[in-house]
């Protein structure tokens, strides 16, 4: 199995930058791509971005230019930096297979709050 811990989420004001953490232990041979997906209040859990074992990046419309992934494979991280934040990208961050066709259970998610 693999396990998957976020980290990095909190409270920034509009405009400001966070940058998240995803750690992954376990069978991590048993997945390639890793994604960054958020669930806004009332909403449904959305892809953010997503990169493949061979740094192919994917980013949805609205991050694009703000969000960048990137992979450290020593490390087993995969990390991303959020700049000029919105409050519309106010929600719980999580990190799991991408694509995500088999997806690994889901953790604990991180929280982001960007106040106006």
């Known amino acids: 199995q693999v396990q998957l811990v976020e980290s990095g989420g909190g409270l920034v004001q509009a405009g400001g930058s966070l940058r998240l953490s995803c750690v992954a232990s376990g069978r991590i041979f048993s997945i390639n791509g890793i994604g960054w997906y958020r669930q806004r209040p009332g909403k449904q859990r959305e892809l953010v971005a997503g990169?493949?074992?061979?740094?192919?990046?994917n980013y949805v419309d609205s991050v694009k230019g703000r969000f960048t992934i990137s992979r450290d494979n020593a490390r087993n991280t995969v990390y991303l930096q959020m700049n000029s934040l919105k409050p519309e990208d106010t929600a719980v961050y999580y990190c799991?297979?991408?694509?995500?066709?088999?997806?690994?259970?889901w953790g604990q998610g991180t929280q982001v709050t960007v106040s106006s």
């Open positions: 990169i493949t074992s061979g740094g192919s990046t």
């Open positions: 799991n297979a991408f694509p995500l066709v088999f997806p690994v259970e």
